[in-house]
């Protein structure tokens, strides 16, 4: 007992670590209301960085362009501007942001220490405020002298891309305004019968009952009406929206489809799903509100503003004139929300991408060790998501009752000045009541179109990401003219050169002459170039120097799809999607029936393990085989490989993951497989490839030595050296 009031107390003295964070971040609001979203974050490192999505241009001093104004195609002139800020601010910013980080290791530490003392707490708590609204305010300062660089039509290209994306629907579009227009003249007309109401009700003994009754039927009739203008509102602002983000979707997927493997290999597939999925959710869940509440809203106003002037001026001079108001409140938070949303969605990819990464990696993460670094990533992402997050739901947050504010005085002012003019008889208290409505009716769309705004920012933002991978450069197109290919086996690669990255080379003028059914083995340390060649072979990238003849025609006059079918692959790294193993067989021939499947899975020893399986050949397979081993789902590639059979193989460590009596056996079945049939074999273990025809030996993208495995033997050069060094150790 005496413990566990010990750990209460314990307890209940921690408790007020949150309440001097709190107190301090509320002091630090006011500052960091003036910065921007994507100013430079700590980049764990003390140095600061643009965190405005991925794929930044790096420039010196620990900056980096922010990508969405570097895909506005900016002038020399812009790009030499941004540039000097960026430098000149890098610096200062940097310091700022070492003593962030030195401030709050110092109250973490103090926190959890069992010399906790909660005056010092507080005052940490309130000097790494300040230090940090100073932060924001150097950021807000370093992004906004940036961003008056870009001219207006840049600041509105991603607008303008939505708006494009919208035009085929515009039949929708136009029926959406109609549709509003009658719900909000049904709505504005209910306040002037229930006003001409009141004006038939004079007093004691003096009412119409049946004018009354007959405004009551009117209005139930008015209101049936605009009950029914809105649900086609909404049906027609729904079909806009999902049909957009469908669109977007299937852009984004077919560009996928185009995109180089060197854009794959260069960013998180993690991050390139949360574009896809999180980003064109948020912003459908925009755009929906944007057509559901903003055109009523505006025409709410303008519908608004004509019947008030229709009854009476000076009252609608004191609308008009307080109203602007509430339209700089608005725009001045719109701005700096859409800031911090646009980081919100930079960084939500980033921590979708880093799960994604550890999830996968899981294995190895424990297994080396790794779970505190992986847990310190997260936190440090988390931490950079929980400070956009805040101060993009502070602002967006503090739009609606800002604005209502602002309506109040609207509201109060009608209601002073008509009550003067309705004592003096220039109005009748029916009227009054008619203004008063529509005081409530006019200023309740600013309060919905300020939210509005707010999410069309987050919105265009979270658009402006989807647009960046829609605009990456597409992989290099198929000529005009491209043929099918026709392969009888010949493979010519003459002076090829690759590499990369400009300032390293990989492969350098490499000559190769592969006859129709030979066996080609390519061997040489890691790094060496062997599945850069595979990729060039498959055209996964285009070569920069040379060219790549199968059957005496340039592979890039050729489709890619019948080059690629031309070859059957078995590559160490595994890949099987979400289906049954039947279908995981079949995929490169779908129409194969069940004893074709069968015979290739025999063919690559996987019948008797699949059909251990719970449901055989449908049993069904999670994503990227995860319910079965490594070996398994090495088996069930070669068994695709099986099950096509085309005119040329290629096979890197194939059977890396297989146990060598089973390995014994594909081998045989390789052989029997690769008779007739033009092969290029890639292996570490060289004892897998001495019946190969030729061997080729690989060094710094170089070809040295090339020859059958007992002539390089005889040789006693690199691949003697390599063959012999399996064996040094072992004695005999």
Same mark, same amino acid.
């Given at each position: 007992?005496?413990?566990?009031?010990?750990?209460a107390?314990?307890?209940?003295?921690?408790?007020?670590?949150?309440?001097?964070?709190?107190?301090a971040?509320a002091?630090?609001?006011p500052?960091a209301a003036?910065?921007?979203?994507?100013?430079?974050?700590?980049?764990?490192h003390?140095?600061?960085?643009?965190?405005?999505?991925?794929?930044?241009?790096?420039?010196?001093?620990?900056?980096?362009?922010p990508?969405f104004?570097?895909?506005?195609?900016?002038?020399?002139?812009?790009?030499?501007?941004?540039f000097?800020i960026?430098?000149?601010?890098?610096?200062?910013?940097?310091?700022k942001?070492?003593?962030?980080s030195?401030a709050?290791?110092?109250?973490?530490?103090?926190?959890f220490?069992?010399?906790y003392?909660?005056?010092?707490?507080r005052t940490l708590?309130?000097?790494?405020?300040?230090?940090?609204?100073?932060?924001?305010?150097?950021?807000?300062?370093?992004l906004n002298?940036?961003?008056?660089?870009?001219?207006?039509?840049q600041?509105n290209?991603?607008?303008?891309?939505?708006?494009e994306k919208?035009r085929?629907?515009?039949?929708?579009?136009?029926?959406s305004l109609?549709v509003a227009?009658v719900?909000?003249a049904?709505?504005?007309?209910?306040?002037?019968?229930?006003?001409?109401a009141?004006?038939?009700m004079?007093?004691?003994?003096?009412?119409?009952?049946g004018?009354?009754?007959?405004?009551i039927?009117?209005?139930?009739?008015?209101a049936?009406v605009?009950?029914?203008?809105?649900w086609l509102?909404?049906?027609?602002?729904?079909?806009?929206?999902?049909?957009?983000?469908?669109?977007?979707?299937n852009?984004?997927m077919?560009?996928?489809q185009?995109l180089p493997l060197?854009?794959?290999?260069s960013h998180?597939?993690?991050?390139i799903?949360?574009?896809?999925?999180?980003?064109?959710d948020?912003?459908?869940?925009?755009?929906?509100?944007?057509?559901?509440?903003?055109?009523?809203?505006?025409?709410?106003?303008?519908?608004?503003l004509?019947f008030?002037?229709?009854?009476?001026?000076?009252?609608?001079?004191?609308?008009?004139?307080?109203t602007?108001l509430? *339209?700089? #409140?608005a725009?001045?938070? !719109?701005?700096?929300?859409?800031?911090? $949303?646009?980081?919100? /969605?930079? %960084?939500?990819? =980033?921590?979708t991408?880093?799960v994604?990464?550890m999830?996968?990696?899981?294995?190895?993460v424990?297994?080396?060790?790794?779970e505190?670094?992986?847990?310190?990533?997260?936190d440090?992402v988390?931490?950079?998501l929980?400070?956009?997050?805040?101060?993009a739901?502070f602002?967006?947050?503090?739009?609606?009752p800002?604005?209502r504010?602002?309506?109040?005085?609207?509201?109060?002012?009608v209601g002073?000045?008509?009550a003067v003019?309705?004592?003096?008889?220039g109005?009748?208290?029916?009227q *009054?009541? #008619?203004?008063l409505?529509? !005081?409530?009716?006019?200023t309740k769309? $600013?309060?919905?179109? /300020?939210? %509005?705004?707010? =999410?069309?920012q987050?919105?265009?933002?979270?658009a402006?990401r989807v647009?960046?991978?829609l605009?990456?450069?597409?992989?290099v197109?198929?000529?005009e003219n491209?043929?099918?290919?026709?392969?009888?086996?010949?493979?010519e690669?003459?002076d090829v050169?690759?590499?990369?990255?400009?300032?390293?080379?990989l492969i350098?003028?490499?000559?190769?002459?592969?006859?129709?059914?030979?066996?080609?083995?390519?061997?040489?340390?890691t790094?060496?170039g062997k599945?850069t060649?595979?990729?060039? *072979?498959?055209?996964?990238?285009d070569?920069?120097?040379?060219?790549?003849?199968v059957?005496?025609?340039?592979?890039?006059d050729?489709?890619r799809?019948?080059?690629r079918?031309?070859?059957?692959?078995?590559?160490q790294?595994?890949?099987l999607?979400?289906?049954?193993?039947r279908?995981?067989?079949?995929?490169?021939?779908?129409d194969?029936?069940?004893?074709?499947?069968?015979a290739a899975?025999?063919?690559?020893?996987?019948?008797?393990?699949i059909?251990?399986?719970p449901?055989?050949?449908?049993?069904?397979?999670?994503?990227?085989?995860?319910?079965i081993?490594?070996?398994?789902?090495?088996?069930l590639?070669i068994?695709?490989v099986?099950?096509?059979?085309?005119p040329m193989?290629i096979l890197?460590?194939a059977?890396?993951?297989?146990d060598?009596?089973?390995?014994v056996?594909?081998?045989k079945?390789f052989?029997r497989?690769?008779?007739?049939?033009?092969?290029?074999?890639?292996?570490?273990r060289?004892?897998?490839?001495?019946?190969?025809d030729?061997?080729?030996?690989m060094?710094?993208g170089?070809?040295?030595?090339?020859?059958?495995?007992?002539?390089?033997?005889?040789?006693?050069?690199?691949?003697?050296?390599?063959?012999?060094?399996?064996?040094?150790?072992v004695q005999?």
């Amino acid at each position: 007992t005496q413990a566990l009031q010990g750990n209460a107390m314990n307890l209940r003295k921690k408790l007020l670590i949150p309440l001097a964070l709190i107190t301090a971040t509320a002091a630090a609001l006011p500052f960091a209301a003036q910065a921007m979203d994507g100013g430079p974050h700590c980049d764990g490192h003390g140095g600061p960085r643009f965190g405005m999505r991925g794929g930044m241009d790096h420039f010196e001093g620990g900056m980096h362009m922010p990508p969405f104004i570097r895909e506005l195609k900016l002038t020399e002139a812009q790009r030499d501007q941004i540039f000097k800020i960026m430098h000149d601010r890098a610096p200062a910013l940097r310091d700022k942001a070492k003593e962030v980080s030195k401030a709050n290791y110092e109250l973490h530490a103090l926190m959890f220490s069992d010399k906790y003392d909660e005056a010092r707490v507080r005052t940490l708590s309130e000097t790494n405020a300040q230090a940090m609204a100073t932060l924001a305010q150097m950021r807000a300062a370093s992004l906004n002298q940036i961003y008056q660089t870009l001219t207006p039509e840049q600041r509105n290209a991603t607008l303008r891309r939505v708006l494009e994306k919208i035009r085929p629907y515009g039949f929708f579009v136009v029926c959406s305004l109609i549709v509003a227009a009658v719900s909000v003249a049904a709505q504005l007309y209910i306040p002037i019968l229930c006003g001409s109401a009141i004006d038939m009700m004079l007093g004691k003994g003096a009412v119409d009952f049946g004018g009354v009754m007959r405004i009551i039927i009117e209005v139930l009739v008015v209101a049936g009406v605009a009950a029914l203008a809105q649900w086609l509102l909404s049906v027609c602002n729904n079909r806009i929206t999902f049909a957009v983000s469908r669109d977007l979707r299937n852009a984004a997927m077919r560009k996928i489809q185009t995109l180089p493997l060197s854009y794959l290999d260069s960013h998180p597939s993690g991050d390139i799903v949360s574009r896809m999925v999180a980003d064109v959710d948020t912003f459908a869940d925009g755009l929906l509100m944007g057509f559901t509440q903003l055109f009523s809203g505006v025409l709410t106003i303008l519908g608004t503003l004509l019947f008030m002037l229709s009854e009476n001026v000076p009252i609608t001079l004191v609308v008009v004139c307080i109203t602007p108001l509430s *339209l700089v #409140v608005a725009s001045f938070l !719109a701005k700096r929300s859409y800031k911090y $949303f646009q980081g919100q /969605s930079t %960084v939500r990819g =980033e921590q979708t991408a880093l799960v994604n990464e550890m999830i996968e990696g899981q294995k190895v993460v424990q297994a080396f060790g790794h779970e505190a670094q992986s847990l310190e990533a997260f936190d440090e992402v988390n931490g950079r998501l929980q400070d956009v997050s805040l101060k993009a739901i502070f602002f967006s947050s503090m739009t609606n009752p800002a604005t209502r504010f602002v309506n109040n005085i609207v509201y109060a002012g009608v209601g002073l000045v008509g009550a003067v003019y309705a004592v003096a008889g220039g109005i009748t208290i029916g009227q *009054l009541s #008619v203004f008063l409505s529509y !005081a409530n009716q006019y200023t309740k769309p $600013f309060n919905e179109i /300020s939210g %509005v705004v707010t =999410e069309l920012q987050n919105a265009l933002a979270c658009a402006a990401r989807v647009f960046e991978l829609l605009d990456a450069e597409d992989q290099v197109p198929e000529a005009e003219n491209a043929k099918v290919l026709e392969t009888d086996g010949h493979v010519e690669l003459k002076d090829v050169s690759f590499r990369y990255l400009p300032d390293r080379p990989l492969i350098e003028g490499l000559d190769l002459d592969v006859k129709p059914g030979q066996r080609i083995a390519i061997v040489g340390p890691t790094g060496c170039g062997k599945t850069t060649l595979i990729n060039l *072979l498959m055209r996964f990238y285009d070569v920069n120097v040379g060219s790549i003849k199968v059957s005496g025609t340039d592979i890039r006059d050729v489709t890619r799809a019948s080059l690629r079918g031309s070859y059957g692959m078995v590559l160490q790294d595994t890949w099987l999607r979400a289906g049954t193993v039947r279908e995981n067989i079949a995929y490169g021939k779908p129409d194969a029936s069940l004893e074709e499947i069968v015979a290739a899975a025999k063919a690559a020893h996987a019948d008797s393990f699949i059909r251990r399986l719970p449901e055989g050949y449908d049993t069904v397979i999670a994503e990227d085989g995860g319910n079965i081993s490594q070996g398994q789902k090495q088996l069930l590639c070669i068994a695709r490989v099986m099950l096509c059979l085309p005119p040329m193989l290629i096979l890197d460590e194939a059977t890396s993951s297989i146990d060598t009596r089973t390995e014994v056996r594909i081998q045989k079945a390789f052989a029997r497989m690769m008779q007739g049939r033009t092969s290029f074999i890639v292996a570490h273990r060289l004892s897998t490839i001495r019946e190969a025809d030729v061997i080729l030996v690989m060094k710094d993208g170089h070809i040295v030595e090339q020859g059958s495995h007992d002539q390089l033997l005889a040789q006693g050069g690199f691949y003697a050296k390599l063959y012999n060094s399996q064996f040094e150790g072992v004695q005999t």
